[in-house]
């Protein structure tokens, strides 16, 4: 404390030092951004996630039981049948004992054309499926709708799947891109999935961050023609080709090749 009836000698240089404080701070806050996540488990089939925590690997019973739960990439829109989308394929090739639960048009927000949401389609699981690991795949329908309330949508289904199957191991597959170059709300989409599944401490897998869809292949795996944008035929036996690879990687198996190549004897219906 300064004595009674004495005033501060005045210091005419403490504004300029103080001004060049906080300029530094700026400086160093924006360069750290504590906003964003630190570390993120997104994994790739060319590159296993690294993360703060990163999840056990994922170890599976031979003829597991699977569940792929999400839009309609899972339900194999565009395949010549549905029966050759991806979720399909990959079944078959892993030897899984699969449910395929894929909606047309569904989301975390978005009801789907021949079903719900994702809240309302887990609400009506069986709960005596006793998954030995569930897929949750997408979704870019909830891209036309505001941000505002995803994320809280996102872990209230992601609660309930836990708490349904809480001896299931999780993954969940980010959106891929319909359409070139990545929408906005895609990116936004993908970015949130990919923290919200950090913090949970699951694997996390991103088609948008790993270049599965690439102006290069795009033409060979879209069906672009008007009202599709959805895999081809050929587009499904590739992303069962990738998904796998990356399990492989989870599970901690050899390292795979970045770019998987199509599997002729998939793609013939």
Known sequence: MHAPGRLRARRPWLPIVGAAIAVALVCA?????????????????DSPAVAAAAPAPLALPDGARVLIFGDSWVYGSAAIVPTLGFAYRISETEGWDTVIDGVRGSGYLKTGIDGGTYGERIGALDPALDPDLVIVEGSI????????????????????????????????????????PVEEATARIDGDLAELAAARGWWYISPIA???????????????????????????????????????????????VADAPLDDELVAP
């Open 141 to 180: 329908n909830d891209r036309r709708l505001p941000a505002s309330g995803y994320r809280e949508a996102v872990t209230a289904v992601w609660d309930a799947l836990q708490d349904l199957y809480p001896d299931a191991r999780i993954v969940v597959l980010g959106p891929a891109p319909q359409v070139l």
């Open 29 to 45: 806050v924006a360069a750290w951004r504590p906003w964003t996540a630190s570390s993120v488990p997104v994994a790739g089939a």
């Open 210 to 256: 790993e270049d599965w869809i690439t102006p290069e292949n795009y033409a060979e795996l879209i069906d672009n023609r008007a009202g599709r944008d959805h895999p081809s035929t050929s587009g499904h036996a590739y992303l069962a080709n990738r998904l796998a690879a990356v399990l492989d990687t989870l599970a901690g198996g050899a390292e795979v």
